[in-house]
């Protein structure tokens, strides 16, 4: 009996010094019987089933600790990754959206500008073939001169072909005569002149005014062609800017679907982490959980020696009971 009370004072002893309950609990129960039959080894088995519990409680918080670990570790690599995809994507929008605009505002003035070539091409048309009409006018009626003063000049050759010879047939006549036909012979010789080189004026002036019609017709050509090759790269340049635009537009369709799918799956990752958090009871450290195990563990293993040194009769090699820990308490005590 007084071995008994040792051993119910030990089991106390531990009880206060550990704060367990369960121990508290086999003292309460311990010394209630201690004038039953002997308990020692009874007490000891219920003190190693309930080193087992530690033991089966610890594994199973190792591997729940070890799942926990893996999953909020790849949780939040993925919600990492998933963060960094929204960020860049959202930046691949914005600079995409700029891209278009900017190439609307290229569009618009390649339009503008083609506009405005197209104008100039019109104009320069209409100065072209005003110039053109008035040249050729121009050029008809120098030729219609020149053709008035070569009839004239054959009319006048003509006249004083005739008079020359009535002139020949009075050679005998007063010499007053004689002189005033001299004079009208010489007269006849200056007008004849004189047309020629009216004649030979409007002959310059048809070729200058030919000459320039085609300088200022190859200069027309000349722009118009200039002119008309900037109006195809201004189109060109329309056509390829367009087809960016469509592109980067479809690109802006095809971020945004891949923006809202990432943005969804990284909320679906935030919230996952959140149940995996609270289900871990991550406020509860693993590390505090652990020690109190190892305490009251060292606790058990100290109190089962010290009962056993009581009763004489050191516990041998532990196996692992088939017994829950309270029905055995419950089965041994009463």
């Known amino acids: 009996l007084e071995k008994r009370r040792l051993a119910a004072a030990k089991l106390r002893s531990q ?8 121990l508290e609990e086999l003292a309460d129960k311990f010394e ?110 120098s030729q219609d001169a020149q053709r008035a003063i070569a009839k004239a000049i054959s009319t006048l050759q003509d006249y004083y072909k005739t008079a020359s010879l009535l002139q020949q047939g009075q050679a005998r006549e007063a010499s007053a005569t004689w002189d005033q036909s001299y004079a ?12 020629e080189e009216s004649s030979a004026k409007f002959g310059r002036m048809e070729v200058d005014t030919k000459a320039q019609e085609a300088a200022d017709q190859a200069q027309f050509d000349t722009q118009k062609k200039e002119g008309r090759m900037q109006l195809a790269h201004l189109e060109t340049e329309v056509e390829l800017k367009e087809q960016e635009k469509s592109r980067l537009t479809e690109k802006v369709h095809s971020y945004s679907t891949s923006w809202k799918l990432s943005d969804r799956q990284h909320s679906s990752e935030m919230n996952y982490l959140k149940t995996v958090e609270d289900k871990c009871d991550c406020a509860t450290s693993y590390a505090e959980r652990k020690a109190a ?14 009962v056993a040194e009581v009763f004489g009769n050191w516990p041998a090699e532990t196996s692992k009971p088939t017994a829950s820990f309270l029905a055995r308490v419950s089965h041994s005590l009463h």
């Not at 004038?35 to 409680?57: C, T």
């Not at 994507?89 to 278009?100: M, N």
């Not at 009208?184 to 047309?195: F, M």
């Not at 563990?297 to 020696?305: E, G, N, P, V, Y």
């Open 15 to 22: 009880a206060l010094l550990s704060k367990s309950k369960d």
């Open 293 to 306: 195990r190892d305490k009251e563990l060292q606790t058990l293993t100290k109190t089962r020696a010290e």
């Open 184 to 195: 009208a012979a010489s007269g006849s010789s200056s007008v004849i002149t004189v047309l």
């Open 32 to 141: 209630a019987h201690l004038d039953s039959a002997p308990v020692d080894k009874q007490i000891d088995r219920v003190l190693e089933e309930h080193i087992w519990k530690l033991k089966d409680d610890q594994l199973r918080d190792d591997k729940d600790k070890a799942w926990c670990d893996l999953e909020i570790s790849k949780t939040s690599a993925e919600m990492k990754n998933k963060g960094n995809e929204v960020l860049s994507l959202q930046e691949r929008i914005t600079s995409a959206k700029a891209d278009v605009v900017a190439l609307i505002g290229d569009i618009q003035a390649a339009k503008t500008e083609s506009a405005e070539v197209k104008q100039e091409i019109h104009e320069a048309t209409l100065l072209r073939e005003e110039a053109k009409h008035e040249n050729q006018l121009a050029i008809e009626d």
